[in-house]
């Protein structure tokens, strides 16, 4: 479970703090799909950045599965973002890596698998994603859904429990935006995967979450199941 214990973060702007995040209570349960929409900052990237720890608090505490990870340094957190999985809507792959060296990239960087269990779990992403035949190619050379699954099975590489998705359909057409929130609810329903979900797209809301945060300048103005939130006024 992920819980926001009224957590908030200000920045730095010439010296004085700017809020991006109001004091935020927020429940996530394990295996749900959970929207966050809203307007360009309103704080939707502030408060993901603030469940995989990118970001530390300026107050209140973020438990993740009953972990407080609020204080963590920076070698807890390296152990702790494992557990986090994040797709982008450019995809961030490295353009110099093979599709099959990118999704195995963070399990060298995590240091703690041996080179016959990245390449096992590799082959096992690369099947789930549907781009075994692809392993050899470059980023460049792929499509951008076929890029947004490598980002996907990049992000799983380490078992994570929690997925966060910030626009992550956002650079894609209709139709490969409906594969890859297939491919998304599959991995929910199979997996038991949290999904944090970032979207200014109300058709992926009702297609795949469970629940919707709604943001305004830094506030979670309205949260709940989607058809609660959105058909009543
Ligand atoms: P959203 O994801 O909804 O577009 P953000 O969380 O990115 O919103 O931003 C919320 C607010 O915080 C915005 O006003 C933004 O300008 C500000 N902000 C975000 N990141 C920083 C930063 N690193 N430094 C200063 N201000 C920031
Ligand atoms: P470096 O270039 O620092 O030696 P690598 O060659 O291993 O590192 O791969 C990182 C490179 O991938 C970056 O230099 C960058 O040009 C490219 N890259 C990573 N993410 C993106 C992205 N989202 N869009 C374009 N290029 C990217």
Partial sequence: MIELIDVEKSYEVDGRAVPAL???????ANGEVFGIVGHSGAGKSTLVRLINRLEAPSGGRVVIDGEDVTG??????????????MIFQHFNLLFSKTV?????????????????????????????????????????????????RVGIAR????????????????????????????????????????????????????????RVAVMDAGEVVESGPVTDVFLHP
């Fill in 155 to 210: 992000a799983l590489a380490c078992r994570p429990s929690i997925l966060l998705c910030d626009e992550a359909t956002s650079a894609l057409d209709p139709q490969t935006t409906q594969s890859v929130l297939r491919l998304l609810a599959d991995i929910n329903r199979e997996l038991n995967l949290t999904i944090v979900l970032i979207t200014h797209e109300m058709d992926v809301v009702r297609r795949v979450c469970d």
């Fill in 100 to 148: 099959a060296d990118n999704i195995a990239f963070p399990m060298k960087l995590a240091g703690i698998y041996s080179r016959a269990e990245i390449r096992e779990r590799v082959d096992e992403l690369l099947q789930r994603v549907g781009l075994t035949d692809q392993a050899r190619k470059y980023p460049a050379q792929l499509s951008g859904g076929q890029k947004q």
């Fill in 22 to 28: 109001k004091p935020t209570r927020l429940e996530i």
């Fill in 72 to 85: 963590y340094g920076d070698e807890d957190l390296r152990a702790f973002r494992r557990k986090v999985g």
